[in-house]
């Protein structure tokens, strides 16, 4: 079992920065996947990014180069930079866990992948 708990949401306006945060506990270790995830209002739940190591990130095409993923394994913990924040970033940022597809890929396409999730944390972004 592994537990996420997510934090650093926020309002903020247009054009303003966030960081958030999850703490994973439990049994994390060996090759896992970290991602965020977002399920905006009336929308669907979304990927945003995800990493297996520095190298290996991925990212949705709305946030490239506004958004920064990283992780502190020895921390156990994920983060998100978000930059020039959009009023479309809004909604519930949910953090999820799960072992890597074929050992070497972290989807933010296949949410199945991800077997444990976060509550969330909530993010408002005004014009």
């Known amino acids: 079992q592994v537990q996420l708990v997510e934090s650093g949401g926020g309002s903020v306006q247009a054009g303003g920065s966030l960081r958030l945060s999850c703490a994973a506990s439990?049994?994390?270790?060996?090759?896992?996947?970290l991602a965020w995830f977002r399920q905006g209002p009336g929308k669907e739940r979304e990927g945003v990014a995800s990493?297996?190591?520095?190298?290996?990130?991925s990212y949705a095409d709305s946030v490239k180069g506004r958004f920064t993923i990283s992780r502190d394994d020895s921390k156990k913990s994920l983060y998100l930079q978000m930059t020039s924040l959009k009023p479309e970033d809004t909604g519930t940022y949910l953090c999820?866990?799960?072992?890597?597809?074929?050992?070497?890929?972290?989807?933010?396409?296949?949410?199945?992948?991800?077997?444990?999730w976060g509550q969330g944390t909530q993010v408002t972004v005004s014009s």
């Open positions: 439990g049994s994390t270790s060996g090759r896992n996947c």
């Open positions: 990493i297996l190591t520095p190298d290996d990130t």
């Open positions: 999820a866990f799960g072992r890597p597809l074929f050992n070497a890929i972290c989807s933010i396409v296949a949410d199945e992948q991800y077997n444990f």
